[in-house]
């Protein structure tokens, strides 16, 4: 079994030697080939070991995981990130379905985490997630933003401003495109509506999360209805009806 070249860049001593300690245990698939304390040296080591494989603190003095991708260049390797829980860090990463980890590490999750790089290594766009995350933060408008949907074969990248409307469907969640494709995601509409809503989408039912762009007419009720262009119809629940009418 070919190993996964990889270092790590963790500015807490303590957490390297956490992290160092679980890989040499639980991930044989796993060569550290070296250590870095911050956004510089980080580079540097990426420069000389040329990694499969990035361990990624977020947060480090001097600068962050997104500062040190940005300045990488070319990204040639898959990132794990490392965060103690951050609300916008972890949007940005759901956003691109990226691999991440929340401090204190669970080793059952650095299992999981380390064995999906390791499955999906030698697949041409194997460090495709860090690159949409990496074009994303350099996006000012966000509507102009990708995200990864991760699909029963794989995953599929999808610009948001030609997502129309998400619709809830038990524990999946149906997307509807503006070029008339549907799409079945095996993730919750909950877990979309923390990620879209400040994309101007808004949850206006229980079942429906709509992209505000696409509204052209609204139909007045208890709730009343949507009408989304390519002809979409969604009901509006009474208890979010004064806020969609507030974004207007």
């Known amino acids: 079994m070919k190993k996964l070249k990889a270092i790590i860049v963790e500015d807490e001593a303590a957490s390297r030697e956490t992290l160092r300690n679980y890989l040499e245990k639980y991930c044989p698939e796993v060569e550290l080939m070296g250590e870095a304390d911050a956004v510089a040296s980080g580079l540097a080591a990426i420069k000389t070991h040329q990694p499969d494989l990035v361990f990624l603190d977020v947060e480090m003095p001097f600068g962050n995981a997104f500062d040190l991708l940005e300045q ?6 898959e990132t794990i990130f490392v965060t103690a829980f951050s609300h916008y860090a972890v949007k940005a990463l759901n956003f691109s ?15 999981a985490a380390v064995q999906k790089v390791h ?9 495709l997630h ?7 933060l350099r996006t000012a408008n966000l509507q102009h933003q990708k995200v990864v949907l991760p699909v029963i074969d794989g995953f599929e990248v999808v ?26 995601i095996c ?32 139909k007045r ?11 979409h119809t969604v009901d509006v629940s009474p208890t979010k009806k004064a806020e969609l009418l507030g974004r207007f």
């Open 72 to 77: 990488v260049g070319e990204v040639t390797f």
């Open 97 to 111: 379905a990226s691999y991440y980890l929340l401090k204190p590490i669970d080793i059952d999750e650095l299992i």
């Open 119 to 127: 499955a999906s290594h030698n697949q041409e766009d194997h460090s």
């Open 130 to 136: 860090t690159r949409i995350l990496i074009d994303n």
């Open 159 to 184: 610009p948001v401003n030609e997502i129309v409307r998400c619709q809830a469907d038990g524990n999946f969640t149906r997307f509807y495109l503006k070029n008339g494709q549907k799409k079945m």
């Open 187 to 218: 993730r919750t509409l909950k877990f979309y509506e923390e990620i879209l809503s400040e994309l101007d989408f808004l949850r206006v039912h229980k079942s429906h999360l709509v992209n505000l762009q696409y509204v052209k007419q609204y």
């Open 221 to 231: 009720g208890k709730g009343g209805q949507l009408i989304l262009e390519g002809g």
